[in-house]
């Protein structure tokens, strides 16, 4: 028999309680019973005035309408506002019933301005969160994974225009040049002459190397990013380290055109001191700067094997023997490539003899160099990549290289695919800062919530009440 009532209670007056709507275990409810947000009213209070101005919104609620966008992917703060009206459990997290009216999609962006604008609240509400997962023992620091995905930014590629920009200076460069110098001087040659450009200009300006860049007009502060078969597009690229169950522990955003291993040191320092003992890195960390820096702080750097970049059909470098006693190299015809110099980048120069090279049968498949010199060169700190080399080999090392898949890798697929992280409406990097903290807070605070519920630490919904008498009056 056909029943039809599909609008029979569409004009009942009916007497609820806004909690009885909520499932006992809707993922806002867990969220909600996991951690006290009282801590954000500390966070702002300075930015509030104790006894002039109207009644503002509950800073609580206002912090929460973007939890909510960037919880579940939400496109714009715009949508959001329109979800919020229908959805029940959205209003309940944010303590509106259903007749109170949903602030004006401009609101968190007005107050973002006004109040929270060059500031690192977010930042702060990240951590907060970060230190209730390590309050129950779930984040184990021990063993960290670091890689940096990419943001497409709100930037048109057509509306863009050249410039010449100065490179900054590498953060080891200094204590480099030291060693350079040093290396030089053991060698019995004289300290390299500072270039004229190392000297600042009249402006105040370093005078370094300067190249050529593509600039948004629409967000100067994003970058131009292409790599392998990507589209060509302005990002920004987000660094992020994790521990080996997933727990992020903290970030940076960068220029899309910045390589990893130049913007690792800004977030290295930030996690240095959580007790490291292993970072796992994919390739484009493995740089002598980078393996000297964790060996020396006694972490124990995990990198991948890096194919020689070595042309076909020649011989690879490490076809050629380094005698460490005597500091010279031994080609496969048993010829030895002296030291010759130490040059401004760090690498020591062997230089084979001509005469040599010039009958040698294995020349065509050493050098293709007019001179008939073979010039093998050799990084001042080589023997710590050597022991990266050797850390990769230890047992145990390839198995915890290949947990990045499941780690910051399905961190970032599950940013991309669930959280809206694939590209960003926020322009300037301040603003890309504060979608990456609160994105970032959500999955920390979504994991946490279900993770106390999975070891019985919070129940199927937290406090609920039951057993409420619902009135309906037709």
């Known amino acids: 028999m056909m029943t039809k009532n599909a609008d029979k209670n569409r004009t009942q007056v009916q007497y609820f309680c806004m909690d009885d709507l909520v499932p006992k275990d809707h993922l806002l409810r867990l969220i909600e019973n996991a951690i006290n947000w009282d801590f954000i ?14 009644p503002s919104m509950d ?39 259903m007749l109170d009216a949903v602030p004006h999609f401009t609101t968190f962006g007005k107050n973002y301005t006004r109040r929270f604008k060059d500031t690192d609240l977010f930042e702060q509400i990240f951590s907060r969160i970060l230190e209730e997962c390590y309050s129950h023992g779930f984040v184990d620091p021990t063993e960290v994974f670091v890689d940096a995905t990419h943001v497409k930014a709100c930037a048109n590629i057509h509306k863009k225009e050249s410039r010449i920009a100065r490179q900054e200076a590498l ?23 500072k270039k004229d450009d190392d000297h600042n200009d009249l402006d105040g300006n370093s005078g370094r190397s300067e190249k050529e860049i593509k600039i948004s007009t629409t967000d100067p502060e994003s970058g131009w990013f292409h790599k392998g078969e990507h589209k060509q597009v ?80 020649y011989f690879k470098k490490y076809e050629y023997v380094y005698d460490e006693y005597h500091d010279c190299y031994i080609c496969p ?65 390839k198995d915890l290289y290949s947990h990045r898949k499941e780690t ?18 926020m322009k300037g990097k301040a603003r890309m800062r504060m979608k990456v903290g609160l994105t970032y807070a959500c999955m920390n605070l979504k994991k946490l919530a279900r993770m106390l519920q999975r070891i019985g630490k919070l129940g199927p919904g937290g406090p609920f009440l039951t057993n409420r008498l619902i009135f309906t009056a037709a």
């Open 41 to 54: 009213y500390d966070l702002v209070v300075e930015k509030y005035s104790p006894d002039w101005g109207r």
């Open 234 to 313: 302005f990002a920004y690229a987000i660094e992020t380290a994790c521990d080996k169950n997933g727990w992020i522990l903290d970030y940076t955003v960068n220029p899309g055109n910045l390589h990893d291993s130049r913007t690792f040191k800004e977030l290295y320092d930030k996690i240095r001191d959580i007790g490291i003992e292993k970072l796992v890195a994919d390739a484009g960390y493995k740089t002598p700067a980078i393996a000297k820096l964790l060996l020396d702080d006694g972490i124990l750097p995990v990198f991948p094997y890096k194919a020689p970049m070595t042309k076909d059909g």
């Open 59 to 97: 800073p609580v609620t206002l912090i929460k309408i973007p939890f909510i966008q960037y919880l579940y992917g939400i496109r714009s703060m715009r949508q959001t506002i329109k979800e919020i009206e229908v959805n029940v459990a959205y209003r309940w997290f944010l303590g509106l019933d």
């Open 408 to 425: 910051i890798e399905r961190l970032f697929g599950t940013a991309k695919e669930a959280h809206g992280f694939r590209y960003t409406h």
């Open 171 to 193: 953060f080891y460069e200094e204590q480099l040049q030291k060693e350079i110098d040093e290396d030089r001087i053991a060698h019995g040659k004289r300290p390299l002459k």
């Open 333 to 397: 015809a048993d010829k030895v490539l002296p030291y010759s110099t130490t040059n401004r980048d760090g690498y020591r120069e062997y230089k084979s003899n001509p005469k040599d090279c010039e009958g040698c049968p294995y020349l065509a498949q050493c050098t293709q160099s007019a001179t008939r010199q073979k010039v093998i060169m050799r990084h001042i700190w080589e023997p710590y990549m050597e022991a990266c080399e050797d850390i990769r080999h230890t047992v145990g090392m």
